[in-house]
T-cell receptor
Framework: NAGVTQTPKFQVLKTGQSMTLQCAQD?????MSWYRQDPGMGLRLIHY???????DQGEVPNGYNVSRSTTEDFPLRLLSAAPSQTSVYFC???????????FGSGTRLTVV | AQSVTQPDIHITVSEGASLELRCNYS??????LFWYVQSPGQGLQLLLK??????LVQGIKGFEAEFKRSQSSFNLRKPSVHWSDAAEYFC???????????FGTGTRLTIIP
């Protein structure tokens, strides 16, 4: 089925470990974004991309890296995990702002 | 400061009653406007969107929203709610000339029998 696929669905990390959250879309969308969701704070933009090779920072970029080597994939890297990065992470893609974004099902990350 | 505000953190309505969820934005030019719904443990689903034209927009699941430029608002409505509408609802904007989709803090909707 067409859509946004995120892996893994759940992850537990120890403080200081690094990992990559995967995101792939098969809709040939140019725009892709990463959000984190925390209780009472809505969704906050971490990084976004307007096309392959082009990324920019969102509202809360510290501690995260992204790259966009292909249209389909937009991985999010945690460089050195901290308990403050415990959250639910969502990836989203869009073919244009007026069409809205399609969201993945999320990755629940716990850092201990 | 530019922002999107959902003033109600939690709303409780009876099944069959009408619903209105509030959303206000503060941007120089009218942004693209969206409402999303998130059921417990799920991702987000687009309910409806507005970028120009008719100020009353229809969405999925029987929802509608009205854009009011004078009030900088984009409120979500449903004439008669069902128990399955219990979820969290997010208003979101893409400012004019920007690529970033920015969310409000959400309104949690509880439905009572």
């Amino acid at each position: 089925n067409a859509g946004v696929t995120q892996t893994p669905k759940f992850q537990v990390l120890k403080t200081g470990q690094s990992m990559t959250l995967q995101c792939a879309q098969d809709m040939n969308h140019e725009y892709m974004s990463w959000y984190r969701q925390d209780p009472g704070m809505g969704l906050r933009l971490i990084h976004y991309s307007v096309g392959a090779g082009i990324t920019d920072q969102g509202e809360v970029p510290n501690g995260y890296n992204v790259s966009r080597s292909t249209t389909e994939d937009f991985p999010l890297r945690l460089l050195s995990a901290a308990p403050s990065q415990t959250s639910v992470y969502f990836c989203a893609s869009s073919g244009g702002h007026r069409y809205g974004y399609t969201f993945g099902s999320g990755t629940r990350l716990t850092v201990v | 400061a530019q922002s999107v505000t959902q003033p109600d953190i939690h709303i409780t309505v009876s099944e069959g009653a009408s619903l209105e969820l509030r959303c206000n934005y503060s941007y120089g030019a009218t942004p693209y406007l969206f409402w999303y719904v998130q059921s417990p443990g799920q991702g987000l689903q687009l309910l409806l969107k507005y970028f120009s034209g008719d100020t009353l927009v229809q969405g999925i699941k029987g929802f509608e929203a009205e854009f009011k430029r004078s009030q900088s608002s984009f409120n979500l409505r449903k004439p008669s709610v069902h128990w399955s509408d219990a979820a969290e609802y997010f208003c979101a904007v893409v400012p004019f000339g920007n690529e970033k989709l920015t969310f409000g803090t959400g309104t949690r909707l509880t439905i009572i029998p």
